[in-house]
Nanobody, 115 residues
């Protein structure tokens, strides 16, 4: 059974930082591309950051320069370090993994940035 368990969300003031973690089980972690998505109320889910099995990274324009995605294959965990947070970063953040046609989602963690 595949499980992606996010943690690290919470309430932070604008300009602050949070580090999200996503622990994976039930997959060969090293083989999967790991992604962080977010969904704000009334908006579509959007890709925030991605890290490939070879650790190549991509970021949404809104995340460039502020967020850093990383992975620890030994711990089967992907991280999202978020700095200089803005109120518009408020959303539920979801961990997602993908390999070929197989993909899985975590349950999400709430991030709220107050102004």
């Amino acid at each position: 059974q595949v499980q992606l368990v996010e943690s690290g969300g919470g309430l932070v003031q604008a300009g602050g930082s949070l580090r999200l973690s996503c622990a994976a089980s039930g997959i060969i972690f090293n083989f999967f591309t790991m992604n962080w998505y977010r969904q704000a109320p009334g908006k579509e889910r959007e890709l925030v950051a991605s890290i490939s099995s070879g650790s190549s990274t991509n970021y949404a324009d809104s995340a460039k320069g502020r967020f850093t995605i990383s992975r620890d294959n030994a711990k089967r965990t992907v991280y999202l370090q978020m700095n200089s947070l803005k109120p518009e970063d408020t959303a539920v953040y979801y961990c997602h993994c993908q390999r070929y046609t197989n993909d899985y989602w975590g349950q999400g963690t709430q991030v709220t940035v107050s102004s």
